[in-house]
């Protein structure tokens, strides 16, 4: 199964009913396609969709994936289109980077009285775990309310416990909301989701991120144990990894929910 198809499996998953979730990517395509439109860029370049693709790394079909609205922009892409299309990156107020110097994005108006939460599946918090596409054998759990309140929320369930510091143990379910919508960029100190694919291998983790010097962010853990002091992962902030590799954040821990 391909990264494309457990892409799509992501975001389709399951809304609760009533719910209107808007794309924040949505500026920022307006953006591409305008500028698609003129075919020009303003030194004289020919603009098209397949150099948009060379410019980010990803196979064609991606990207009209992503100018379709199915495949969300990731932060540090938007800076290579820019640079592809010649053009500064816009200041666009709901889009994934129009943050306030906090690095807060701004606070989405609540769109409706959601309970309940979907739970995606598993997640480590160890080593990296590996998980099943389009998991949806746990029942949901109850929301939890954060300055996020217009935010899709979603959970996980953690097995490991290198996370116990910051009283997420073993059993215990994550709630979170999609990163890149609540954040303008990678921020120190957030405890987030993280997976990782390559091939037909798909892992996750829940981890602390700990920004470091030269572009460095290192995934760590906030455990009792010694054994897990060293970072399980340390990623530059380009988004540029190995060949066939793919990293991404995708969600910033809001929350946890213990089952009795």
Known sequence: MTI???????????QPEGVIVANPDQPYIDWIKAALARKVSP??????QTGISKAI????????????????????????????????????VGAPQAASE???????ENRSKVISVPVRGECAGGRWMEYD????????????????????????????????????????????VPY???????????VVVVERRRGGLYERTCKSLEL?????????????DPRHADPLLEL??????????EIEVVGLVVGRYSAF
């Open 4 to 14: 494309d198809r457990k892409t799509r499996l992501i975001e389709d998953s399951r």
């Open 43 to 48: 030194d004289g370049r020919r603009l098209t």
């Open 57 to 92: 790394g990803i196979d064609h079909a991606q990207v009209s994936r992503m100018l379709d609205g199915k495949r969300r922009l990731k932060h540090w892409e938007i800076a290579k289109i820019a640079a592809y299309l010649g053009e500064p990156v816009p200041n666009l």
């Open 102 to 108: 906090t690095g807060h994005l701004p606070l989405a």
């Open 133 to 176: 596409l389009g998991d949806s054998t746990y029942d949901d759990v109850p929301v939890v309310p954060t300055r996020f309140g217009g935010l899709e929320q979603f959970a996980y369930r953690v097995h490991g416990a290198s996370m116990d510091k910051v009283k997420i143990l073993d059993g215990d379910y994550v709630v979170c």
């Open 180 to 190: 890149f919508d609540a954040r303008a960029r990678l921020t120190d100190g957030d």
């Open 212 to 224: 470091r010097a030269g572009g460095i962010a290192a995934l760590v853990s906030q455990s009792n």
């Open 236 to 245: 530059p902030l380009n988004g540029e990894f190995d060949e066939g590799l």
